[in-house]
């Protein structure tokens, strides 16, 4: 397996690795955000991969690092490949990643290896109806959606992040544990709190933030509001292994950045008119308090999720000694792919820098391992389309007879390539009523 030298190993970890530790693994630091959308930081580091690629070769690239083997996926091939190949060899539970998740949920999917991760990736499936586009609790999630985005836009004008993250918040809330979470901001401040540390990974965790958290989380699970995920929590078959309200915190978790893509597909819609067009046509005349398969709207927060990814790597363990292309990957190597530059590589993807939401209306982008929102393989997000479905029918009730107009933050173009460096924090919009 290639070997980048001292000085491609140091360029590469303070061009590519710190600053995406620095950003905020688990939780975006807003500060650090804005200085990485000043310079591009992931354009920047995007043009040393690709160096480094053609320097070394497309095989995966061990670092010279002390005290950690650390390897970095830069082809598509290898990627389809560690993906396809876990949990075995690759193992999802990675050590970093252990390290950080124990922070707020350390019996969780993401942390689990053998036959407890078969049982929690059972369950996981079963509460979050995997395969299907529309959730069994599809009705009560369409009129929480319904409710919350009618409170958000009741005669706005503009729409700001902090705005949106509250309302976003109150239907996590909602759809995870209850209606009766809706206003219990203590809950998502402390999950908050745990991921900020959980950023470090290995510093300690704070025991008793964490048991004021599953104290409330768990009250919810015996509740087991109907219509929430915690009754299914509550309902669905388990064994000894599964752990079913340790699961919980990591759907609270990953359903806020789905709100930043969410967001940022607005973002892009406001840019591009006449993708905005076929939005409003997708939603004109149906009926939003139902339930709603919206293909279009689903593929835009996919493109979101392409282009400005909510994983910023994905980690796999090396369980074994393993035969790559006739070299060798040790066992105990930590494989990272580098997800803002594996889903904007322009040698693979044509669109790498544009928005092309068509791609994922015709199996182009599910077709390739070069655009991996969700992740892929046995490790693929179990949770994809129920965000898809929350997200979706949330940017309909927002986009139903307005029209957003950027006003604050990088502004968006159809005629230049997209930054590969967004967050949505600092972006701003005027609203109008559609046709003013």
Known sequence: MAQASAVDSLRITSQVLVPTVLRGILARRPRVVALAEAVDADRRAGRLLRRMRAKYGTGPLRLKLPLRSVALVLAENDVRRVLEESPEPFAVANLEKRAALWHFQPHGLLTSSGAERADRRRFNEAVLDTPKPVHRHGDAIAAKVSEEATTLMADADTLTWDDFRVAWWRVIHRVVLGDAARDDDRVSDLLTRLRMEANWAYVPRRPMIYREFR?????????????????????????????????????????????????LALALLAAHPGQA???????????????????FLRACVQESVRLWPTTLAILRDSTTETDWDGRTLEAGTALLIPTAFVDRDEETLPYADAFAPDVWLDGTARRSWAAIPFSGGPGECPGRNLVLLTTSQFLAHLLAGRTFRQTGGRRLSPDRPLPRTLGPFRLRFEVARRGE
């Open 215 to 263: 104290r409330r989380v768990d009250a919810y699970v015996r509740e087991a509001e109907p219509g929430s995920l915690a009754e299914l929590v509550a309902t669905t078959p388990a064994t000894e292994r599964t752990r079913p309200q340790d699961q919980l915190p990591q759907w609270l978790f990953a359903f806020e950045p789905a709100g930043m893509a969410a967001y």
């Open 277 to 295: 067009r076929r939005a409003h046509e997708e939603i004109e005349g149906r009926d939003l308090s139902e339930p709603q398969d919206l293909p």
